[in-house]
Every structure is written in structure tokens, then in C-alpha cells.
Nanobody
Framework: QVQLEESGGGWVQTGGSLRLSCSAS???????????MGWFRQAPGKEREFVGT????????RYADSVSGRFTITRDLTQKIMYLEMNNLKPEDTSIYYC?????????????????WGKGTLVTVSS
């Protein structure tokens, strides 16, 4: 069992930046070494969409085309925290952002394999 908690959401103007954090914990002592974590988002009235993902052990990342070049995922191995640095934000980035944790699979690069989800944090970008 893995618990995830997002933080860092808020309101920002177009072109601004925000950094989201996702703190992960596991009472069962999950090592995280064969896992992936990712960010997803869901705007009002829309389906949840993949934002980006990171292979926990080696740090490889992949992003959705809509955020590539603007968003960066990093992680702190010791603290088990994943970050999402968001730059040049646009109104269309307004969403609830969720972090997720899962098993490393062949579909990791597009957000596959996620088993656990946080409750989300709201990001609002005003024009």
C-alpha cells in the first residue's frame, strides 16, 4: 500500500510558474526501485489525461506533447518526493493535478501501470 499526497497547487497568471510536490509513503516498506510515478490532470468536464512520468530508479522521464518543454519532473530518492516544475503556464493547463505510483511496465512512457493515486491539487491559470 502506498499513500500519496500532492501539494503546491494554486493560482497563477499566464506565463507564470508553479512547482507541485507529491510525497509518497509506504507502511509496507516498498522499495520504489522497480516503480514509476507520474502526474496526470483533469480539467472540468474533461477526462483525466497523462502529463508526465518518471522511472524512479534511473530518473528517465516522458511527457505529454502538450507540456513537453514547459514541465519538468524530478524526484528526491531519499525523501520519496516527486516534483512537477511547471513553467510558461497557460489557461489550458488549469486542472486538478494528480500524482500516481505504479509498477514499471512496457507502457511506463505513456503513464501506464499506475496503481495508487493521490487526491489531487488544483492549479488555476488566469488569462
Amino acid at each position: 500500500q502506498v499513500q500519496l499526497e500532492e501539494s503546491g497547487g494554486g493560482w497563477v497568471q499566464t506565463g507564470g510558474s508553479l512547482r507541485l510536490s507529491c510525497s509518497a509513503s509506504s507502511a509496507s516498506g516498498t522499495s520504489f526501485m522497480n516503480n514509476v510515478m507520474g502526474w496526470f490532470r483533469q480539467a472540468p468536464g474533461k477526462e483525466r489525461e497523462f502529463v508526465g512520468t518518471i522511472m524512479w530508479q534511473v530518473g528517465w522521464t516522458r511527457y505529454a506533447d502538450s507540456v513537453s518543454g514547459r514541465f519538468t519532473i524530478t524526484r528526491d530518492l531519499t525523501q520519496k518526493i516527486m516534483y512537477l516544475e511547471m513553467n510558461n503556464l497557460k489557461p489550458e493547463d488549469t486542472s486538478i493535478y494528480y500524482c500516481a505510483f505504479g509498477t514499471l511496465t512496457s507502457a511506463w512512457w505513456k503513464g501506464g501501470g499506475m496503481d495508487y493515486w493521490g487526491k489531487g491539487t488544483l492549479v488555476t491559470v488566469s488569462s
